[in-house]
């Protein structure tokens, strides 16, 4: 009874942690488009712009891909870059909503000024939108890896089955209902 509940609540959990790296996809593409609308080829700000949605982008992919193969390279990998673009997404949407003229300037854009603010405010909405994506991410994360911990799945590079032996047999044996 209760295991099939837990089974379709982790089924479910993973669909979303899915969704929400999908999201985190075409959020960081349309983030370039932006960028690149307001300047083709970009400045130096703009570069390192395009590179943190190009990592984002990275990020989510290692996501999807720790939650498949369930290696702890890939999601210690995910981790480390989930972490870091999200503190670097929110820092950029601060900037880009209090001073919007000097981010401007240091992109060099050749589009009109007000078209230019509304373009990178667009961004900016966007990134805060990657930073609540990224960190929700994190923690879908890591209750998916707990889950697979808990259920006996690899954990610190050894399996949790072959760790505890006669214990866990036993333990399961004393259970009230069969598993």
């Known amino acids: 009874m209760g295991l099939t509940s837990d089974a379709q609540s982790h089924h479910k959990t993973h669909k979303f942690f899915l969704i929400c790296n999908?999201?985190?996809i075409?959020?960081?593409?349309?983030?370039?488009?932006?960028?690149?609308?307001?300047?083709?080829?970009?400045?130096?700000?703009?570069?390192l712009l395009v590179l943190l949605h190009i990592a984002t982008i990275a990020g989510a992919i290692s996501g999807c891909n720790a939650v498949s193969a369930g290696s702890n390279k890939w999601y210690a990998a995910h981790m480390v870059a989930t972490v870091l673009t999200a503190i670097f997404q929110g820092s950029i949407s601060v900037l880009i909503f209090t001073t919007t003229s000097n981010f401007l300037t240091a992109l060099n854009s050749y589009v009109k000024e007000d078209d230019a603010a509304v373009i990178?405010?667009?961004a900016?909405?966007?990134?805060?939108?990657?930073?609540?994506?990224?960190?929700?991410?994190?923690t879908l994360a890591f209750f998916l890896r707990y889950h697979s911990f808990v259920e006996g799945g690899r954990a610190g590079g050894m399996e949790c089955?072959?760790?505890?032996?006669?214990?866990?047999?036993?333990?399961?044996?004393?259970?009230?209902?069969?598993?």
């Open 124 to 138: 900016g909405g966007l990134c805060v939108l990657m930073f609540v994506l990224e960190w929700l991410v994190l």
């Open 22 to 24: 999908y999201v985190l």
């Open 161 to 179: 089955g072959r760790a505890g032996g006669k214990v866990m047999e036993e333990d399961l044996k004393a259970m009230p209902f069969h598993v």
């Open 26 to 47: 075409g959020a960081a593409s349309s983030c370039i488009f932006l960028t690149l609308s307001l300047r083709l080829i970009p400045s130096g700000a703009g570069a």
């Open 120 to 122: 990178l405010k667009m």
